[in-house]
């Protein structure tokens, strides 16, 4: 489901939902990514609101994620990973095509 909640900032934008879980995914989407990837630096990633909204749900014990992605593809951070810097070259070699990404997605909630 894609959510557009102008009224209630920090909900991401979709939730997808399967036999198995749910899970919340915040996308991002950068043409450029800096040397050092840190999805909690407000200027460049998560809002406050973003962050906290999935701070709040992960410790509720929800599924949440932040689905960043570029030119050369995506990835998904999951959970306590959405709070650790990445290298950016970490990112290009785990980076897969967005269809990648919406069958993973596809496999967590229903396996």
């Known amino acids: 489901m894609k959510l557009n909640m102008r009224m209630v900032q920090g909900i991401p934008d ?3 939902s399967g036999t198995k879980t ?7 989407y950068k043409k450029q990514l800096p040397a050092t990837i840190d ?15 999935l701070r ?14 570029t030119t050369k593809g ?3 951070y999951f959970a306590g990973d959405i709070w650790l810097p990445k290298d950016r070259e970490d990112f ?7 269809r ?7 496999l967590f909630v229903s396996a």
Do not use: M, S
Not at 39 to 53: I, Y
Not at 56 to 69: K, M, P
């Open 74 to 76: 995506g990835v998904l």
């Open 56 to 69: 709040q749900r992960h410790e509720e014990g929800r599924n949440v994620a932040v689905g960043l992605g």
């Open 14 to 16: 979709c939730w997808y």
């Open 92 to 98: 290009f070699l785990d980076a897969v095509p967005a």
């Open 39 to 53: 999805l909690t630096d407000k200027k460049n990633f998560l809002t406050a609101n973003q962050e906290l909204w």
């Open 100 to 106: 990648e990404l919406a069958r993973l997605i596809k």
């Open 22 to 28: 749910d899970l919340w995914v915040e996308w991002k």
